[in-house]
């Protein structure tokens, strides 16, 4: 049986006046996949996913999210999706119980519903005890944590994640990847992400995209790309610089820069 | 579409009408304003403090030297409405600043990818500025009541105070909120807001009469909605019969929809 298709992409395009951010994208994510959009700072990873989660207009093309145009039927698209943006996303006067309930109830879940999964939610990303703190008080990591708990409340049938574990240690990073792994095998959500670490990419992905200056450089699993690349088991890292280009981006602005030197401090 | 309709979480959701989903999303946004409130009522108090100076020191100050002509002759209770409407504008210009700051954190984008229509969230923060300005309300009649301001109290009054301050304050935090979206940084809008506000303020009858301004100030403060403002509030504060109430609220009530619809336009313009 052919598998259903979750995310379909067709000559997706976003300029921003003369810079095109994004340039023509096809690509299909099937239902269960965790597709993973690899490249630099300004490759128009980020730019992709705000125009699947309707943050942004597409200039020319279209896409499906979980069988919705995007141009057409934006509230169906919006409620069957979770989206986890790069920056942070919580209220951080608030404790994390009630972020999860503000969000819940944005996607009109009833209250005798919520009551049952915000703490299921809570237990599944080790943030019980936390729970009544004000998030202001949380670690990098569980405030990862909480914003992934804000998107997968509805069960959405896809969640988008933006560079899930920027910022993050080490640790951290390694627990966030068993939350997303857990999130994939045992709720079936297909996902989303973006991320500039090809390690983070082969740990969570089954199938890859490279992007480089707004196209598609390079789509399979990370052996397809070696091997194509004419380089099997080659050093991950190296495939990536293939596809990606060699010299430092020059389209990453210092504004990206900043985002995420203040993000880090932040999460830090 | 079958795979879609299996996907769709539309099972567990509430069943309701688009306007009542419309009405349930406003009702959310401003119980998030008010729980964020009362976690930080020192913010919302260390806003009267400026108030409270104008009052206690220009106020006495001005009405000790007679130096305005105002019919009554009680410049104290001339002046307390034209504060009320200060403190207002200067509660509710802080509406674009939040955007602007939840903004540059992604809550706002996350908030904008739940299925929330625009006007909902613009709507919802428009009235929860209201609900800020209805604090300074109670702060100033407080104080104008310790200073023994003149007043003229009665329930229909005070119905009708609480109405305007709400429509002064949706209709502030609106414009804000429009600002917000075409400035886009919180550097600009802080000047901006300044820049704002204080013009607003000089440019209308908050601290003198109309009467007494130049020609060309006497336009600028006929088309300046704080004028509304302060009209409505001081005819029902201080003078017998309040017959103005009726038309600064309208006017009010249909810049604050034309701010409404301006801010809901313009908001895509922040996210880019």
Not at chain 1, 44 to 54: E, H
Not at chain 1, 220 to 233: E, I, N, S, V, Y
Not at chain 2, 243 to 272: H, Q
Request: hydrophobic letters at 45%; aromatic letters at 6%.
């Amino acid at each position: 049986m052919r598998k259903e298709t979750m995310i379909e992409l067709n000559g997706l395009t976003k300029h921003f006046g003369p810079i095109k951010a994004v340039d023509g994208i096809d690509l299909t994510v099937a239902k269960g996949e965790c597709f993973g959009l690899l490249g630099r700072n300004g490759a128009g990873k980020s730019t992709t996913i705000k125009m699947l989660v309707g943050l942004l207009q597409p200039s020319a093309g279209w896409a499906k999210v979980a069988g919705f145009d995007l141009a057409t039927q934006s509230a169906q698209v919006r409620a069957s999706i979770g989206y986890v943006p790069q920056s942070l996303s919580v209220d951080g006067v608030l404790t994390g119980w009630q972020n999860l309930e503000i969000f819940g109830q944005l996607h009109c879940l009833p209250a005798k519903l919520l009551k049952e999964r915000i703490p299921e939610t809570l237990a599944m990303l080790d943030l019980e005890e936390a729970a009544h703190r004000p998030v202001a008080t949380y670690s990098g990591g569980m405030v990862r944590r909480l914003e992934i708990g804000q998107s997968i409340l509805h069960r959405p049938a896809v969640i988008m994640l933006d560079e899930p574990t920027v910022g993050l240690d080490p640790v951290s990073r390694r627990s966030m990847w068993d939350h997303i792994r857990r999130l994939q095998q045992k709720e079936k959500i297909t996902l989303l992400l973006t991320t500039h670490y090809m390690d983070e990419a082969e740990e969570l992905c089954g199938r890859i995209a490279i992007m480089s200056k707004g196209v598609i450089a390079g789509l399979g699993t990370a052996a397809q790309l070696g091997r194509k690349a004419g380089m099997p088991g080659a050093d991950l890292d190296k495939i990536f610089a293939h596809y990606s280009g060699h010299q430092e981006a020059d389209h990453g602005s210092i504004k990206d820069v900043q985002r995420s030197r203040r993000l880090a401090r932040r999460l830090g | 579409m079958s795979n879609a309709a299996a996907a769709s979480p539309a099972a567990s959701v509430k069943p309701m009408s688009p306007i009542q989903r419309y009405l349930w999303h406003v009702l959310i946004i401003v119980r998030w304003e008010t729980i964020k409130l009362f976690k930080d009522p020192a913010e919302i108090l260390s806003r009267s403090v400026q108030p409270a100076l104008w009052l206690l020191i220009f106020g006495q100050a001005m009405g000790h030297a007679h130096a305005i002509s105002i019919p009554g002759g009680d410049y104290l209770a001339f002046l307390t409405p034209g504060i009320l409407a200060q403190s207002i504008t200067f509660v509710s210009i802080f509406a674009g600043l939040s955007v602007i700051w939840e903004k540059d954190m992604g809550l706002l984008q996350k908030i904008l990818t739940t299925p929330i229509h625009r006007s909902s969230l613009v709507l919802g923060r428009m009235l929860a500025s209201s609900q800020r300005s209805l604090v300074q309300l109670l702060v100033i009649l407080l104080l104008a009541t310790l200073l023994r301001v003149h007043m003229l109290i009665s329930p229909a009054r005070l119905a009708g105070l609480v109405l305007m301050t709400m429509l002064g304050g949706s209709f502030f935090a609106g414009m804000s909120m429009g600002i917000a979206a075409l400035v886009k940084t919180r550097e600009r809008m802080m000047g901006i807001g300044q820049l704002i506000t204080m013009p607003l303020f000089f440019a209308s009858s908050a601290l003198y009469p109309t009467d007494i301004m130049p020609g060309w100030l006497k336009v600028l403060a006929t088309i300046n909605p704080m004028s509304y403002l302060v009209d409505g509030l001081r005819g029902l504060l201080i003078y017998p019969d309040f017959d103005r109430f009726a038309p600064d609220a309208l006017a009010l009530a249909c810049c604050s929809a034309l701010a409404l619809i301006v801010a809901t336009k313009a908001y895509p313009r922040l996210l880019s």
